[in-house]
């Protein structure tokens, strides 16, 4: 009996662990790595970034989507997803973390953000 009742215990926690894992978006896990490497992120601060990461990933996919053929809207669109993306991650990094990914937005890996809509 004790180890029917061991056996369904483990097989109940693996399928809570299995239903609390969350598939990462590979983008996200890309953008994460590209962020801690620039600015020398804890780890702390990496797992803090993550959900703001996907948010805004997550916008600037919607905002293709949803302005296929309006540049003008993509860019506003844009522009409103960069600037709540910086605020939030404003709160988790320091100014000169913050001013690296400004930087590094404004000429390198995110420079296509503003991008023409296809």
């Known amino acids: 009996m004790k180890r029917l009742i061991c056996l369904f215990s483990l097989v109940l926690f693996g399928l809570i662990t299995l239903a609390a894992q969350k598939k990462t978006n590979p983008e996200v896990t890309k953008l994460i790595k590209h ?3 620039l600015c020398s992120l804890s780890p702390t601060q990496a797992l803090d970034i993550s959900p703001i990461v996907e948010v805004y990933l997550n916008a600037l996919t919607t905002n293709i989507e949803r302005f296929k053929s309006n540049n003008k809207g993509l860019n506003r669109a ?3 997803s960069v600037e709540q993306y910086y605020i939030e991650l404003g709160q ?3 100014p000169k973390q913050l001013d690296k990914v400004k ?5 390198g890996y995110g420079s296509n953000v503003e991008g023409k809509a296809k």
Request: charge should be negative; charged fraction near 20%; aromatic fraction near 0%.
């Open 35 to 37: 962020l801690t490497a």
């Open 78 to 80: 844009n522009k409103t």
């Open 92 to 94: 988790i990094l320091n």
């Open 103 to 107: 930087s590094e937005n404004s000429e």
